[in-house]
């Protein structure tokens, strides 16, 4: 059976810290690894994954795939309190993983 | 305000009523998804639409019905729901992959409640 986790589930800093959040998977026949992010209703895309080794970035976020080792972890530098949501991802037909609850208190 | 368009944002109703959920989307996705979401848990996928053709059940209660009567347009028509059943209903479109997952569109979402 595909399994995505998710780790830390829960994490809590003040702003200015970087976090790293990650996920692993087990799935048959990989195809990409999406992270998304949930603040108070629709998750909203940040980055999509195929291939090992290749950074993507967007702004103080960053993501990279290990296809080797089966997981991805996202950064986020410099952490403000909008960035308090809830970080998916999900990886082949559209299952997510857990979740990560980031909190960043001011 | 999102892309993807759901109505009505919020609904409750009594385990005998049958109601629908809409979701409406203009970009030009051929994918359109059914998530349900409890609260502190990440979305569960339920049905997807390809090509207005259900390509994926999730083995989800017949109670729960989809319909796609065109490209831009996704319903989901409930009967007889249980209690457990209260949730957020997310509804998401995307360019059908091609050997890999495409970046999911999600709409704000329906909040059920069964009484």
Known sequence: ?106 | DTEVTQTPKHLVMGMTNKKSLKCEQHMGHRAMYWYKQKAKKPPELMFVYSYEKLSINESVPSRFSPECPNSSLLNLHLHALQPEDSALYLCASSHPGQGINQPQHFGDGTRLSIL
């Open chain 1, 1 to 106: 059976e595909d399994k995505v986790v998710q780790s830390p589930l829960s994490l809590v800093v003040h702003e200015g810290d970087t976090v790293t959040l990650n996920c692993s998977y087990e799935v048959t026949n990989f195809r990409s690894l999406l992270w998304y992010k949930q603040e108070k209703k629709a998750p909203t895309f940040l980055f999509m994954l195929t291939s090992s080794g290749i950074e993507k970035k967007s702004g103080r976020l960053s993501s990279i795939l290990d296809k080797k080792e089966l997981f991805s972890i996202l950064n986020i530098t410099a952490t403000q309190t909008g960035d308090s949501a809830i970080y998916l991802c999900a990886v082949n037909d559209m299952r997510f993983g857990a979740g990560t609850r980031l909190t960043v208190k001011p």
